[in-house]
């Protein structure tokens, strides 16, 4: 594949239970959790915009945006505004073709 080909993104999510929505590609990893000797963070410490960054955004794209907008128009990582919601979803397994999202 060359840089140009579109990136496949396979989304495989269990036990949502309907408590999820939006979805997204952020700046940087979650960071890594440490030792076993150290407290793991809660959620709201790993996943927060201080340890991921927003959303990846390099042509600094308008957000969120309306549904059915073709997929350059919106955030490179807005997954959720480019193929839906995980609203009302128990569990996910889809992939997706993003020539946007780059490796």
């Known amino acids: 594949q060359s840089p140009?080909?579109?990136?496949?993104?396979?989304?495989?999510?269990m036990g949502l239970n309907g408590q999820a929505?939006?979805?997204h590609i952020h700046e940087w990893p979650v960071p890594w959790l440490g030792s076993s000797a150290s407290p793991?963070?809660?959620?709201?410490?790993?996943?927060n915009g201080n340890a991921v960054g927003?959303?990846?955004?390099?042509?600094?794209?308008?957000y969120p945006l309306?549904?059915?907008?073709?997929?350059?128009?919106?955030?490179?990582g807005d997954l959720s505004g480019k193929f839906g919601s995980l609203s009302s979803s128990v569990s996910v397994n889809s992939t997706y073709s993003d020539a946007s999202v780059t490796l």
Request: aromatic content about 14%.
């Open 4 to 13: 140009w080909d579109p990136t496949a993104v396979s989304v495989q999510l």
């Open 21 to 23: 929505g939006g979805y």
């Open 40 to 47: 793991l963070p809660t959620t709201a410490q790993f996943c």
């Open 54 to 62: 927003g959303h990846y955004n390099p042509f600094n794209a308008t």
């Open 66 to 76: 309306p549904t059915g907008m073709t997929l350059d128009n919106y955030e490179v």
